[in-house]
């Protein structure tokens, strides 16, 4: 959801040079919750230090700058350390003309943080949020699922909300079309997954406002998924309508990767993860991966069934790198879907036709052989992003041509303009 980026933890130590303290007043919300309001004017570091803990920090301004700013910090061994992050002209979910930084999550609760604005000038607010530090042990190799076909393992909303304050209710109920994949935007060296988590609810809550965290799932790289939004008794978590998809989260659901993807990859272990969530949903609502829908319903653009938050809000997420794996990623969870047994309601079962394509991969001449005898048969190539790329009729049991680029496909084969069979063709060199 996060929409701006995170250009990694500079390692370098410096010396904190004293600071000429501008003022500011702090307002303590709640026990979670403080914020300050500043005029920045001046090239001097700003030195937050109240008789309370933050465990993380979000910066908003109120234009958009391409410069780095800097938060000095201490490390769990009481060094001191410097994270650099920039603010992103993009919009916070929303919040349109919001400028801010991805929110920053500190390894160790601190009482001290000293922001280097550079030559950044203007009103700043400060957001700071403290989550208390909870027991680690929950996180445990609960990714670990013995059957591919079932519902993934995952740490509960008790665990990693423990003395946090309770969602709001209502929940509202969604039918599902379309699964949303999200990055964090925020540090890929954290560790304490648990404590990013609890941060990102507070500032999904009490900075934001909203009744819960905005996504369905959240997941880690270590491959742990923690349920998101608590469905408070009104529907399964997966289909409780969140806010993650800019104001237009009917029908979706939300799945946040935790972490920077713009320039960095996921960890296999979250892509796998993902994937085996996405295919269980997949299954579970009898959505067809490739396809697309209207959304908005009834009269929105179509969208992907399985797409990146970009592909419908202004913004970054899920990052470069990510969004650049979807395709694969939606290939693969749509063929773990069907080896669990998908079968869409408008599709006939593969077996029924007795349907053969070879070779595959092929380099470009395939044969379809088919059981059964079908009337005016047709076949629609689809890129992996949903597109039309090829359509042709075919004679059952003679090679032709499929005059396409190497790479990976999504096929239908129609009787009479009604599908019967859809699968992967790969095409190479
Ligand atoms: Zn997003």
């Not at 700058?65 to 002209?89: M, R, V």
């Not at 591919?148 to 039918?175: F, H, N």
């Not at 349920?227 to 946040?256: S, W, Y």
């Amino acid at each position: 959801m996060k929409l701006n980026r995170l250009y990694g933890l500079i390692t370098l130590i410096i010396p904190f040079f004293i600071a000429a303290q501008q003022n500011y007043k702090l307002t303590k919300l709640n026990n979670f919750y403080s914020f300050i309001s500043v005029e920045i004017s001046n090239n001097e570091p700003l030195v937050i230090s109240e008789n309370i803990l933050f465990t993380s920090i979000k910066l908003e301004f109120q234009q958009p700058t391409e410069l780095p700013l800097k938060i000095g910090y201490k490390k769990t061994d009481g060094s001191q350390n410097y994270l650099t992050a920039h603010i992103s002209d993009h919009a916070d979910e929303g919040f349109n003309g919001s400028f801010s930084t991805p929110l920053q999550v500190f390894e160790i609760p601190q009482k001290e943080v000293k922001l280097d604005f550079g030559n950044i000038k203007g009103y700043v607010k400060i957001h700071l949020f403290y989550a208390k530090p909870i027991n680690g042990s929950i996180v445990s190799n609960l990714n670990k699922t013995t059957n591919p076909c079932d519902k993934p393992q995952m740490i509960s909303y008790t665990e990693w909300r423990a003395g946090l304050p309770d969602p709001k209710p209502p929940k509202e109920a969604t039918e599902v079309e379309h699964l949303v994949v999200h990055h964090s935007a925020g540090s890929n060296t954290d560790t304490n997954y648990i404590n990013t988590v609890r941060n990102i609810y507070l500032l999904h809550t009490q900075s934001n406002g909203w009744d819960d965290i905005g996504y369905n799932f959240l997941i880690a790289p270590n491959g742990l998924i923690f349920k998101g939004r608590d469905p408070q008794g009104v529907a399964d978590e997966d289909n409780i309508l969140g806010a993650h998809f800019c104001g237009k989260n009917q029908n979706t659901m939300g799945v946040c990767l935790m972490g920077d993807f713009m320039n960095a990859r996921p960890t296999e272990k979250a892509v796998f993860s993902l994937k085996y969530l996405l295919a269980w949903k997949l299954k579970k609502d009898r959505i067809n991966a490739f396809g697309q829908t209207n959304h908005p319903k009834p009269s929105g653009s179509l969208l992907n069934n399985l797409c990146g938050h970009r592909d419908g809000c202004s913004t970054d997420c899920p990052g470069d790198s990510l969004y650049a794996m979807l395709p694969k990623i939606k290939a693969e969870a749509s063929r773990i879907a069907d080896s669990c047994g998908l079968t869409l309601s408008h599709l006939n079962s593969i077996k029924n036709k007795g349907v053969t394509i070879f070779p595959n991969p092929s380099q470009g001449f395939v044969t379809l052989s088919i059981n059964n005898s079908i009337s005016n048969p047709s076949m629609m190539v689809y890129g992996l992003a949903g597109n039309l790329v090829f359509h042709t009729s075919f004679t059952p049991n003679i090679p032709f041509e499929i005059p396409l680029c190497p790479g990976l496909y999504f096929y239908k084969l129609l009787e009479n303009k009604a599908p019967f069979h859809q699968s992967i063709l790969k095409i190479e060199q």
